[in-house]
């Protein structure tokens, strides 16, 4: 089963807006990490954020962790068309192995 | 190699044959990852190997799902008596140490059952 469930399931912006996409979990966890994918094909690592940390900026990311909800958000800021992707967030659970969630399908339109 | 290598990038194979899927990690890498993506869903986690060891198989869909990994290195996961709804894209991970770091993908092999 799936430990991690992104919300929502599909996202449509302008480019220049932001967009936030959510995740929750079920189990307790080491860390959550944000990936990002073209095309169905490889995923591309964007953000690592350990149980001990509650906000993390990369660029135009901002990650949060909130571990008392179980959940995390993935802010991306000033959209471009190029955002356009896949976004899963993943956690490491006690038993190491890394999870993945269904995903947000993000749509940037220029 | 600077990257998870998969091969093949596409198969396709009849009904009942059995196909074997190849994943070369980054070298160094300890923990290595596979998945199996169907259209347009999330990432169905089937196996991990620490070392040359699979703690966990129970991601493994059917004892159909075989998986190896020799030397701390290549990857083969095979498939046997293929059936139609184990189309999908299978996707490999490594992974410096179990969890704790980033995973790097390869590209995936998209296997068509005919």
């Known amino acids: 089963s799936q430990q991690g469930e992104e919300d929502p399931q599909a996202l449509s912006i302008q480019e220049g807006e932001n967009a936030t996409m959510n995740c929750s979990y079920k189990t307790s966890i080491n860390n959550l990490q944000w990936y990002r994918q073209n095309s169905g094909r490889g995923l591309v690592h964007l953000i690592l954020?350990?149980?001990?940390?509650r906000e993390k900026h990369s660029g135009r990311l901002r990650v949060t962790l909130d571990t008392s909800k179980k959940s995390s958000s993935l802010l991306i800021t000033a959209s471009r068309a190029a955002d356009t992707a896949s976004y899963f967030c993943a956690t490491d659970n006690a038993g190491n192995m890394l999870t993945f969630g269904g995903g947000t399908r993000l749509m940037v339109k220029p | 190699g600077a990257g998870v290598s998969q091969s093949p990038s596409n198969k396709v194979t009849e009904k009942g044959k059995d196909v074997e899927l190849r994943c070369d990690p980054i070298?160094?890498?300890?923990?290595l990852y596979w998945y199996r993506q169907r259209l347009g869903q999330g990432l169905e986690f089937l196996i991990y190997?620490?070392?040359?060891?699979?703690?966990?198989k129970s991601g493994l869909p059917s004892d159909r799902f075989s998986a190896e990994r020799t030397g701390e290195s290549v990857s083969t996961l095979t498939i046997q008596r293929t059936q139609q709804e184990d189309s999908a894209v299978y996707l490999c991970?490594?992974?410096?140490?179990?969890?704790?770091?980033?995973?790097?993908f390869g590209q995936g092999t998209r296997l068509t059952v005919v």
């Open positions: 190997f620490q070392g040359n060891s699979a703690p966990d």
């Open positions: 954020i350990r149980s001990n940390e």
């Open positions: 070298s160094g890498h300890t923990a």
């Open positions: 991970a490594s992974s410096f140490f179990y969890g704790n770091t980033e995973a790097f």
